[in-house]
């Protein structure tokens, strides 16, 4: 039989190859490059989250000050639709275009944090020269619709015929605050430069751009820079140089890279200078606007600033400039959570659906959990049960981790069938200490009798395990050596000394315990470490989709939450028996329980003290068997709707490690009449 086993196995790898692809552990489940490896959704959330809903622009902590959306006075151009050409002018009505833009100095070689924007990390603090907006988080410029408005007058102040704002800054200002109240923000309390909101219209003929906010009376300039025809192919990518009197706009800022999609047609710019020659200071407001790869002009100035001095400026242009606002965004960081969605930060706790991928030609499980964790160290602990043996009631005295959190659950049931064999918990939280966001994951091996004891020292031989650190800043700012996936490839490893009543490890915990055993019995060196990478897990915290407060019906479509890859010998799996996953969230303490439970709940309420639970007492089932989905066509082994060769190099990979699923004659043999049956239906094609 054996070499009938082994000439099976090169007759088909030749075939097919080794190779096998693996999931990527980031938290996100991709259909496209994952779905094929992934199973279907095993179970979804029935219950609406009693966690805490993260929500799209939710953000804690920080204040902005007044509402951008107050602010009515600011920067205001009429700029002729002839002179931008292209769909701008040929549109007669609505028109829909993008728009950039930012203040900079005066000679525009230094961006402020005032840009137009979408998901700007909060707190962001001044660009800089010539950035490359493609490496700046969030997306820096927005799409616009000018609808056919009524009659608006060019003056700095905000007419209700806008309409809605475009725009709503969520940074603070790093160019200064304007306090002074002052038409042109020259008081003795005054000084700074910001952009609140973005209004857009149309008459059909001109274009009118309203930017509330302030621009100071220094000679910092606001550049906005349009993509006309919303095509990056038939505009500047990245500035070069400028032509014309306001060809410095250009020049000043050469190298800047737009984002992906953006390619700038048009600009129009605004800023001060010194008309009455006193070398002084600029008094005055001015104008350019030009195509970028034309003749920019200088449009000329204004008198004065407030609607008093606004007015025409040549080629049918007009500007308006008040600088009286000193309401809208503050003038120091708000030191505020990052806005949701953000991959790093939630503002509630929720499961949604799992996913599973039986990996054995590497000896691995995947688990894909979507959903999210709040920032707030609430706890998504996990139990599996793979092999026989176990704990059906959670012991009080298994091996000290997560600040007893494990014994803290003591005496919780799960229902009857399920003897949990491996526990882990993923959690995240700000650092007291630090400020920052941290990413941990803890775990241990759960023996049907306890933790075992080293035949030495009668002392706990078993580790708790833990990994992590730090992953932002607590606004959401990246930090150094970001821990985006927890590896267990850390450098501490207890040993017993006969003084050590709890073990600690940063790495996988059985195999810190054969290694710790084999180092007492004499059989490994001290300085031996465990393998990294046993236990690798990640945490994604994008979705506001899924359950909400009130409703689960979108649970099943979250593509983003926990994900786990756990080594097969790690985890203890006999090899034969279904693997069963149980968990739940629960409190930072592990005391509280949600109704965030897998398997779901038959009423929402939360379940409360741990240790109070029975899931035998509780309706329906509160486990999810991640082996239970069978492809429905037996050849194709991958579960993808197609038969290829992945299929023959799945089959291979499940005959070499004598998988029950590799068995297609279901004999409890593993020979040629396997392979014989396999290749029959492979053949014949799915039905």
């Known amino acids: 039989m054996t070499n009938q086993r082994v000439l099976c196995a090169a007759v088909l790898a030749s075939v097919a190859g080794l190779a096998m692809a693996q999931p990527t552990v980031d938290g996100i489940f991709n259909p496209g490059t994952e779905g094929s490896l992934y199973s279907d959704v095993l179970w979804s959330q029935n219950q609406p989250t009693g966690f805490g809903d993260n929500l799209a622009g939710m953000y804690t902590g920080g204040d902005f000050g007044d509402p951008p959306a107050d602010v009515a006075t600011g920067v205001e151009f009429k700029i002729p639709l002839s002179a931008i050409g292209g769909s701008l002018q040929s549109s007669g009505g609505t028109a829909t275009f993008k728009m950039a833009g930012w203040v900079n100095s005066g000679d525009r070689t230094y961006m402020s944090n005032q840009i137009i924007h979408s998901g700007l990390p909060i707190d962001t603090g001044n660009i800089g020269g010539h950035p490359d907006f493609t490496t700046i988080g969030g997306t820096s410029h927005i799409t616009v619709t000018a609808t056919v408005a009524g009659s608006i007058t060019v003056d700095g102040a905000r007419d209700a015929a806008y309409g809605a704002a475009q725009f709503l800054q969520t940074n603070y200002t790093g160019f200064g605050n304007e306090t002074d109240g002052t038409v042109d923000g020259s008081g003795p309390n005054g000084g700074g430069s910001e952009i609140d909101a973005v209004y857009v219209a149309t008459d059909g003929t001109y274009l009118y751009v309203f930017v509330a906010g302030n621009l100071e009376y220094n000679g910092n300039g606001l550049d906005l820079f349009l993509d006309s025809d919303n ?113 790093n930060w939630a503002y509630g706790s929720e499961i949604d659906n799992v996913r599973s991928y039986l990996d054995t030609a590497n000896g691995k499980l995947y688990i894909f959990i979507g959903g999210n964790m709040e920032v707030n160290y609430n706890k998504l602990s996990l139990f599996i049960d793979c092999a026989p043996g176990g704990q059906n009631t959670l012991r009080n005295d298994n091996v000290d981790i997560s600040f007893n959190g494990l014994n803290r659950q003591a005496n919780l049931v799960f229902d009857e069938g399920f003897t949990a064999d491996y526990w882990l918990n993923v959690n995240n939280g700000v650092d007291g200490g630090t400020g920052n966001l941290q990413n941990y994951t803890d775990c241990a091996v759960l023996r049907t009798n306890g933790p075992i004891v080293d035949p030495f020292f009668a002392l ?228």
């Open 460 to 687: 706990r031989a078993d580790y708790g395990s833990y990994f992590g650190g730090h992953v932002t800043t607590g606004t959401g700012q990246p930090v150094s050596n970001p821990v985006e996936v927890m590896d267990f490839s850390g450098t501490r490893f207890d040993q017993q000394d006969g003084f050590l009543a709890n073990l600690y490890s940063n790495y996988a915990p059985r195999a810190s315990s054969d290694l710790g055993l084999d180092i007492l019995m004499g059989m490994a060196d001290p300085g031996d470490r465990p393998a990294s990478g046993l236990l690798r897990t990640a945490i994604n915290n994008s979705n506001v989709a899924g359950v909400s407060s009130s409703s689960a019906a979108g649970s099943a479509s979250v593509n983003t939450g926990v994900e786990i890859c756990i080594d097969l010998a790690e985890l203890g799996w006999d090899g034969q028996q279904d693997i069963l996953l149980a968990g739940w969230v629960a409190s930072g303490g592990f005391d509280y329980v949600s109704n965030q439970v897998i398997g779901g709940l038959p009423a929402g309420d939360n379940l409360g003290e741990v240790s109070n639970i029975n899931f035998n007492n509780v309706a329906g089932t509160q486990y999810v068997n991640l082996m239970a989905q069978a492809p429905s066509c037996p050849a194709d082994t991958n579960n993808d709707g197609v038969l290829n060769f992945f299929d023959v190099q799945t089959f291979l990979a499940w005959f070499s490690a004598h998988d029950d699923r590799a068995d297609f004659i279901d004999d409890n043999v593993f020979n040629f009449f396997d392979v014989q049956n396999f290749l029959a239906q492979f053949s014949a094609g799915c039905p």
């Open 231 to 343: 095509n990056a192919g038939t505009g500047s990518t990245t500035l070069g140089t400028g032509a014309g009197a306001g060809g410095y706009i250009v020049t000043g800022q050469s190298g800047l890279v737009f984002d992906t999609g953006f390619g700038a047609d048009f600009v129009v710019s605004a800023d001060s200078w010194d008309d009455d020659g006193d070398g002084n200071t600029p008094n005055v407001p001015r104008a350019y606007a030009g195509p970028i790869s034309g003749t920019i002009v200088d449009l000329g100035s204004l008198a004065g600033y407030g609607a008093g001095n606004a007015g025409a400026l040549s080629g049918g242009y007009a500007l308006g400039v008040d600088n009286s606002n000193v309401l809208g965004v503050i003038g120091n960081p708000s030191l505020a959570s990052p806005v949701s969605p953000d991959a």
